[in-house]
């Protein structure tokens, strides 16, 4: 099983065009989820809510296998 590509670019997720459906967790530094969605194998954008700012943990899961990564978050003006 190949990890995920995910690039980001400010709150968009940028996923391969070739891809499974995932369950995308956002979770904040207390481990709690504070944003999740389905990230179907169709899409390959997934825009995050602007109100999200600081360090996250990202989990994509797919079946039994989770992957996991940690992103930054930061509004700019």
């Known amino acids: 099983m190949q990890?995920?590509?995910?690039?980001?670019?400010?709150?968009?997720?940028?996923f391969a065009v070739d891809h499974p459906e995932y369950v995308l967790n956002i979770k904040d530094e207390d481990d709690n989820?504070?944003?999740?969605?389905?990230?179907y194998s169709s899409l390959t954008q997934v825009i995050l809510p602007s109100t999200l700012s600081g360090d996250y943990q990202i989990e994509l899961v797919m079946g039994?296998?989770?992957?996991?990564?940690?992103?930054?978050?930061?509004?700019q003006l």
């Not at 990890?3 to 940028?14: E, F, G, R, S």
């Not at 039994?64 to 509004?75: D, K, S």
């Open 64 to 75: 039994n296998w989770l992957f996991t990564g940690c992103i930054n978050l930061y509004y």
């Open 3 to 14: 990890p995920p590509t995910v690039y980001i670019d400010d709150y968009t997720l940028l």
């Open 33 to 39: 989820v504070v944003y999740t969605t389905v990230v």
